[in-house]
């Protein structure tokens, strides 16, 4: 069955540092992945798309890449700051064209 | 603010009881998406509506039910509730129905009692 696995415990770091964030998957073709943040109590806000033949994209202070022989994409937000923490979830398109979502990652900046 | 409008924002109703979510989409999306949330289960997709037509069907109780509008605007029924279904539902849109940013409502938080 298809799956998306995002590390599910926290992601703590430290401000000014490199978050790194996982999203990995199986028994998926997707033709694009994206990711979003989502604070509590509030929905989804899109942050990025990138496309099965795009290996890196980037906006501002992030950067996703897209592997898809390893099927994983990894997504970086650099300088980080205490407003970035939130939930990061990625989501794929899979059967029937509708968006699935991975498990989400919590992410902590601590100043 | 996303553009996309759900009412009501909160909602307490007892077991057995029927209600009725509203998602008006941002204007000019064509595309409605019905999400769950709920902790235990992450972000669940329900059900897709493109211009009024059922596109794609996600994990949706039979008890549940959706319709999308000829001025766009969708609902979500939800009927026979059960304590299990406490969770925040998410109202989407998007102009068409891949490859499109979608954009989330605030959610309807659903309590059953």
């Known amino acids: 069955s298809q799956k998306i696995e995002q590390n599910s415990e926290a992601l703590n770091i430290q401000e000014g540092k490199t978050a790194t964030l996982t999203c990995n998957y199986t028994?998926?073709?997707?033709?694009?992945l994206q990711w979003y943040r989502q604070d509590p109590g509030r929905g989804p806000v899109f942050l990025l798309l990138?496309?099965?033949?795009?290996k890196e994209k980037r906006k501002e202070r992030l950067k996703v890449t897209f592997d898809t022989t390893l099927k994983q994409s990894l997504f970086h937000i650099t300088a980080s700051q205490p407003a970035d923490s939130a939930t990061y979830l990625c989501?794929?398109?899979?059967?029937?064209?509708?968006?699935?979502f991975g498990g989400g990652t919590r992410l902590m900046v601590k100043p | 603010d996303s553009g996309v409008t759900q009412t009501p924002k909160h909602l307490i109703t007892a077991t057995g009881q029927r209600v009725t979510l509203r998602c008006s989409p941002r204007?000019?999306?064509?595309?409605v998406y019905w999400y769950q949330q709920s902790l235990d289960q992450g972000l669940q997709f329900l059900i897709q509506?493109?211009?009024?037509?059922?596109?794609a069907k996600g994990n949706i109780l039979e008890r549940f039910s959706a319709q999308q509008f000829p001025d766009l605007h969708s609902e979500l029924n939800l009927s026979s509730l059960e304590l299990g279904d406490s969770a925040l539902y998410f109202c989407?849109?998007?102009?068409?129905?891949?490859?499109?940013?979608?954009?989330f409502g605030e959610g309807s938080w659903l309590t059953v009692v």
């Open positions: 989407a849109s998007s102009v068409a129905t891949e490859g499109n940013t979608i954009y």
């Open positions: 509506y493109y211009n009024g037509e059922e596109r």
């Open positions: 204007s000019g999306d064509l595309s």
């Open positions: 990138i496309r099965e033949n795009e």
């Open positions: 028994n998926y073709s997707p033709a694009y």
């Open positions: 989501a794929l398109v899979g059967a029937g064209n509708m968006l699935t």
